[in-house]
């Protein structure tokens, strides 16, 4: 009889690889517990806790059954015509499939028939045994373990000198249990127990027993000095962070999710510890110096209440001696060379101007059919000057030239060679040092924003129009060699880069058509084809389509306002507001569909003499939309002009009633040429008016 209790697979093995452990950790547990829900071992009820260590992958799942259910199985065994003979006999070739099968002639009368396709067939009916835990498990943990993520394949000597196998780290024991039984399995040349290894030093015992599963995790932090949970030592590692960023004062830890996801995968038993280093060093910009420690040492640097760095910062140890304070000298000893580096790179830096290192910039290659940074540089200065003479005239025009030619400079620095991240950040320390123009250093750092989704954007119009003038060459340039994007692989982050111009044209509302700065930067490479610029235009606007059903727009909202193609993206939120609006007019879906019905005729109709003369305005109904067309295009036309575009759809929603009398009583295609033109010609002076917000057509259902 079957018996359910919760289950514990451990694998023990050498330190892993510390940012794929959180990977690692999650993605060999999830496939344990999807093995053993398919095989019929764990319902639906039983539930998973995923634990990983440096040194171990593991999984809990609760509810387990020794043994699955039977499941009764149907096997399709031959058409009816190949099975039986003309006297309903069996045929030795379904004698032979049910020996097969395990069956005898006896099995005959009680097949199954019914219709396969179009022929009929026999059917066998039987009960498969459920699969005992040993075999489940021993499925599923070989399915496990090939397909876990692994970075990178080792290949290591099992114990007998003999046989090799291929994992990730050498792995060292096994422990399985169901309940306190021991489940008999085995992987990578181990065989399953109840025994695991503590830390390595702290350890109460070795090995440590785990009496049975639900045990684990408290008998290996009591007796293995071990935290197996990653979120368990993730919280903790957080709560001794600030805990003791709290005991020393006015102080907090550094924010960064990755650091502290890496820090967790590197200790077992977490234990953080105030350190120091000589306040001299922090006239060295603080970026460098906590990118070093961060980068190089995993430390968490401690920031004053206005979020400027302190002498102290954090060591998350993986020992609890009695008296850490050779742990605490032995990590200050070892970061004083480290900032000593960063202050060394700053000082060198700081003697050559700036400028001087941008002929530097035509040595260093940027795309080999693009040419060096150097020509880079030249393209950017060319945008960003058009750019800032549109955004703020002559003057922000010049700075934005200069920002745009210094701000590839600092790629050239002994710093930024260092720390590729602070490029950008250093190139804007190094221009206030030059004694620079405050918006043109600022704008040095800001022409790589915004970097991310939900990035700030530059700080100022300098940085705005070198920030453009940055990403369009870039995408200008990769277009015009037929570098894009396609499926989900785009190495040059085009996808992002569109998105910036985005948020830039939208958010800061600047008076710049997309076509037009997307025309300048494709005009700068010759190679380009004639519909480049146009490929362009269309990924950007598909940027901004995604990014505005993100925010909540419908499609349909966002497909009328981007038919028309707005040239000011600034405008594209005023306009998806008054679609809106208007959509939840009564008159909405009676003019929308008008106007797609308007739209169908002018596409089929030869209007290329269409005119209107009150003269042959014949019936009732179109003197009527004719007088209205009159009164209203030229008052919904001034609110356009005036940037009220829910005042102007709203006013256009008047027309209405002369719409629907004009369609219900007029034959737009009358035999008559004049009048049929005529009669064109007030759809196309209705279609214009009607579509200068956004295109009504697409709101039709």
Partial sequence: MSKTANLLVELFVEELPPKALKKLGHAFAAALYEQLQAQGLATADSRLTAFASPRRLAAHVTAVASQAADKAVTQKLMPVSVALDAAGHPTPALLKKLQALGAGADAVPGLHRAMDGKAEA???????????????????????????????????????????????RPAHSLVALHGSEVVPVSVLG????????????????DPVRIADADAYAATLERD?????????????????????????????????????????????????LLCQFEPAFLEVPQECLILTMK????????????????NRFLVVSNIRPADPSAVIGGNERVVRPRLADARFFFDQDRRKPLASRVPELAKVVYHNKLGTQGERVERVRAIAKVIGARIGGDHVAFLADQAAMLAKADLVTDMVGEFPELQGTMGRYYALNDRLDHAVADAIEDHYKPRFAGDSLPRNQVGLATALADKLETLAGLFSIGQLPSGDKDPFALRRHALGIVRMLMEQDLPLDLDEIVAVAVGLFP?????????????????????????????????????????????????????????????????????????????????????????????????NLHAAARQLAPKAGAQFDAGDYAGSLQTLAGLRDAVDAFFDQVMVNAEEADLRLNRLGLLKILHRAMNRVADLSRLAT
């Avoid at 181990?190 to 015992?205: D, I, K």
């Fill in 527 to 623: 190679a380009a084809e004639p519909k480049t610029a146009g490929l362009l235009s269309d990924f950007v606007y598909e940027r901004l389509a995604g990014l505005l059903r993100e925010q909540g727009y419908s499609a349909q909202e966002v497909d009328a306002v981007l038919a028309l193609r707005p040239q000011r993206l600034g405008d594209v939120a005023k306009r998806l507001a008054a679609v809106r609006a208007f959509a939840a007019l009564p008159e909405a879906a009676a003019l929308a569909a008008a106007n797609k019905r308007i739209a169908n005729i002018l596409k089929k109709a030869d209007q290329a003499d269409a005119h209107v003369s009150e003269v042959l305005l014949r019936e009732e109904a179109e003197k």
């Fill in 224 to 272: 293995g000095a071990v935290i197996a949970s990653f979120e368990g030592r993730r919280a903790e590692i957080a709560r001794q962070l600030a805990q003791v960023a709290a005991e020393a004062g006015d102080a907090r830890p550094i924010e960064d999710d990755a650091l502290l996801d890496e820090v967790t995968a590197l200790v077992e038993r977490p234990n953080v």
């Fill in 122 to 168: 026999l059917f066998y009916k039987s009960t498969a045994k459920g699969a005992t835990l040993a075999e489940g498990l021993q499925n599923a943990l070989n399915e496990a373990i090939a397909r876990l993520p692994i970075p990178k394949v080792m290949t290591y000597q099992l114990a007998d000198g003999w046989s090799d196998v291929k994992f990730v």
């Fill in 190 to 205: 181990l065989e399953a127990g109840n025994t695991t290894h503590g830390h390595r030093f702290e350890a109460a015992v």
């Fill in 295 to 310: 980068a190089n040492q995993k430390y968490f640097p401690l920031l004053d209440a206005k979020g400027k760095l302190t």
